[in-house]
């Protein structure tokens, strides 16, 4: 009863570097995405994916790449970190569109130094 | 431009009593609306959701409330339990579009 599977759980990273978070989910959703949350912000869209070879750019899209070769997995790409990347990383999915509930994982905490 | 609004950025309430979160939106081509809750370092889990063609749905001790003349929604926890305190997040989302979106969230905090 994995669900939704985030790693890793925490991260520290020097401005720069390169990093992937990883999601993967085991209910054979169609539509995965990733959030960022920072104080006061609430939760904002980064990229999503409506399936298997197809991605999208939601509201904050620049500094981060995805991709999606697999149903069941939907990396987070951080090419060349900055400190405005500090922040805590939500994956997420569903069955189809948007009035079906999102899983969500629980989260990567990551810090750009 | 933020189309999911959340005004109050935290509410204490008593053991018992009613908790009543807030939501206003601004765009009109919202249909469906979603409240998710979030404990401290987890993810966000759903809690209750609510058709643009309803105007209440309950579920056990939740209760929301569409108002869509005046594009806004409200939570309603009878009773509150201390177990309830966590973060509360407001979604919406508009016919076929897949993107969800969210309010900054509101802290409920319920002291025994």
């Known amino acids: 009863n994995a669900g939704v599977t985030q790693t890793p759980k925490f991260q520290v990273l020097k401005t720069g570097q390169s990093m992937t978070l990883q999601c993967a989910q085991d209910?054979?959703?169609?539509?995965m995405s990733w959030y960022r949350q920072d104080p006061g912000m609430g939760l904002r869209l980064i990229h999503y994916?409506?399936?298997?070879?197809?991605?999208d750019q939601g509201e904050v899209p620049n500094g981060y790449n995805v991709s999606r070769s697999t149903t069941e997995d939907f990396p987070l790409r951080l090419l060349s970190a900055a400190p405005s990347q500090t922040s805590v990383y939500f994956c997420?999915?569903?069955f189809g569109q948007g009035n079906e509930k999102l899983f969500f994982g629980s989260g990567t905490q990551l810090s750009v130094l | 431009d933020q189309q999911v609004k959340q005004n109050s950025p935290s509410l204490s309430v008593q053991e018992g009593r009613i908790s009543i979160l807030n939501c206003d939106y601004t765009?009109?081509?919202?249909?469906?609306f979603l409240w998710y809750k979030k404990y401290p370092a987890e993810g966000p889990t759903f809690l209750i959701s609510?058709?643009?063609?309803?105007d209440k749905n309950e579920d056990g001790r939740f209760t929301v409330f569409l108002n869509k003349s005046a594009k806004h929604l409200s939570l309603h926890i009878v009773p509150s339990q201390p177990g309830d305190s966590a973060v509360y997040f407001c979604?919406?989302?508009?016919?076929?579009?897949?993107?969800?979106?969210f309010g900054k969230g509101t802290l409920l905090t319920v002291n025994p």
């Open positions: 765009n009109s081509m919202f249909d469906y």
């Open positions: 994916s409506v399936g298997a070879g197809i991605t």
């Open positions: 979604a919406a989302s508009a016919g076929s579009n897949y993107k969800l979106t």
């Open positions: 997420a999915s569903r």
């Open positions: 209910m054979n959703h169609e539509y």
């Open positions: 609510i058709s643009s063609i309803k």
